[in-house]
């Protein structure tokens, strides 16, 4: 089976802090997504990487940034919180075979920044 | 580029009873069509997708959806709910060629009730 790690499932950070969301995924997916999820806005895509190094901006990338280095590995970073980022972040990975592909996702990390 | 409505937002039904989740797509390209489901606190999980051929496609425990494209359609059922079926489902669109994959609507919170 599929697995997607989230580094935490509650963070609270302050604002102004900088804050590092961790995923990991054991299979080998070339894929990976990073969402922000809101109840009534369902999941908005932030970024995501096709290939290690690689990054492409999705419909919310404003205040974030990421980072993959590894293959298995995709990094989310918030520069400098704000409280309008407080949100259900979840990431989710997926093969290289194109847009007909099932994602798997994480299950989740709730952050609240005060 | 491609959207997904979900028309409601909340829907709750009585056990053993049929259920509908209505879900209407919007595009100009040929599309790929999922639904995920969200169980209490864990991340979203792949209940059935549409790619092609036939328009009834079948998923895990028991739902199933059908594709209507002269009615930009994917609405998802199941004849008889069980307590266990309470969550949120997700209705979510990818395009072919696209290289980000899927937008998702906003969301139905299935609630059953005994």
């Known amino acids: 089976d599929v697995k997607v790690t989230q580094s935490s499932r509650y963070l609270v950070k302050r604002t102004g802090e900088k804050v590092f969301l961790e995923c990991v995924q054991d299979m080998d997916h070339e894929n990976m997504f990073w969402y922000r999820q809101d109840p009534g806005l369902g999941l908005r895509l932030i970024y995501f990487?096709?290939?290690?190094?690689?990054?492409e901006k999705g419909d919310i990338p404003e205040g974030y940034s990421v980072s993959r280095e590894k293959k298995e590995r995709f990094s989310l970073i918030l520069e400098s919180a704000s409280t309008n980022q407080t949100s259900m972040y979840l990431c989710?990975?997926?093969?290289?075979?194109?847009?007909?592909?099932?994602?798997?996702f994480g299950p989740g990390t709730r952050l609240l920044v005060l | 580029a491609q959207s997904v409505t979900q028309l409601d937002s909340q829907v709750p039904v009585f056990e053993e009873a049929p259920v509908e989740l209505r879900c209407n797509y919007s595009s100009s390209v040929s599309v790929y069509l999922f639904w995920y489901v969200q169980y209490p606190n864990q991340g979203l999980q792949l209940l059935l997708k549409?790619?092609?051929?036939?328009?009834l496609v079948k998923g895990i425990n028991g739902f199933e959806a059908e594709f209507n494209k002269s009615q930009t359609s994917f609405h998802l059922r199941k004849p008889s709910v069980h307590i266990s079926d309470t969550a949120e489902y997700f209705c979510a669109v990818s395009v072919a060629g696209s290289a980000r994959q899927l937008t998702f609507g906003s969301g139905t919170q299935l609630t059953v009730l005994p």
């Open positions: 990487s096709y290939d290690v190094k690689m990054k």
């Open positions: 989710a990975s997926s093969p290289p075979q194109g847009p007909s592909e099932t994602q798997y």
């Open positions: 549409y790619l092609s051929g036939s328009t």
